[in-house]
């Protein structure tokens, strides 16, 4: 009796191991269908294939791959995926409160993150950000905006100029844009700009509301402090479609950051 009882289990793991696989192939299919390439949705498809293939041969050929593993090798990998899954909670509990968090007080500054352009054309992401900031340019009109990145490989001018562009569009006085175009990555975007303003005021302190998109605000924010801002959080949306894989990736993203401080 035992054993036919283990054995429906199996087989409905099994066949949750394959629908979850083929789930995340249709996702990762209709991503690439509706955005394009987005960084990291192939390893979600990755793990589709082998869940979907695990689950069809157990289901098919009754292998007991699981089954076949030792013991204390197989306890290791328990132990390993809960403390992994532990973590992995956290953070993301961490990253889900820092996006969906506002903070209102005034700053010193104002401070755009860059995000990709395809050529000169703004990215979706960094158009939620700019859009982000023209709302609350309207909180602190004569707050000073900082727009920060430098310019990529496949981008024809530098993400600063573009983002400076877009808000003088909107209305926003150019007197009060503040242009940092040589960082590549988050900490340079806090490094570059905290040394502009050092030479510019003279100070070292400087409180900054950061705007990012949602799922990159908690790492934002950490590897401005660890640069020496003081760092407030006004989230601006992400694209509904990818956001489970930029929440996703972000997990990664706030791993390297707590290991090399950047």
Known sequence: MKNKVDGKEKKLLYKICLWIG????????????????VAFSSMFCLLGIILFIYG??????KVNIWGRIPKL????????FFIGMSIFIIIEGVIIYNGH?????????LMVLGAGLRGSKISTSLLYRLETAVEYNKLYPDVKIIVSGGQG?????????AMKDYLISKGIDESLIISEDKSTNTYENFLFTKKIL??????????????????????????????????????????AASSFI??????????????FKR
């Open 22 to 37: 083929l789930a995340l192939i249709i996702y990762y299919i209709g991503l690439r269908l509706i955005s394009g390439f």
């Open 56 to 61: 069809f041969i157990e289901l098919k050929f």
């Open 73 to 80: 090798l197989k306890r290791i990998i328990i132990v390993l």
């Open 101 to 109: 968090h506002y903070d209102k007080e005034r700053p010193d500054y």
């Open 153 to 161: 490989p496949d981008e024809d001018i530098s993400e600063a100029k």
């Open 198 to 239: 050092e030479d510019e005021t003279g100070e070292e302190d400087f409180t900054v509301t950061v705007i990012s998109n949602n799922f990159h605000m908690y790492r934002a924010k950490y590897l401005g402090k660890q640069v020496g801002f003081e760092c407030l959080g006004y989230p601006a949306p992400s694209h």
């Open 246 to 259: 930029f929440y996703t990736r972000e997990f990664f993203g706030v791993i390297k950051a707590y290991i």
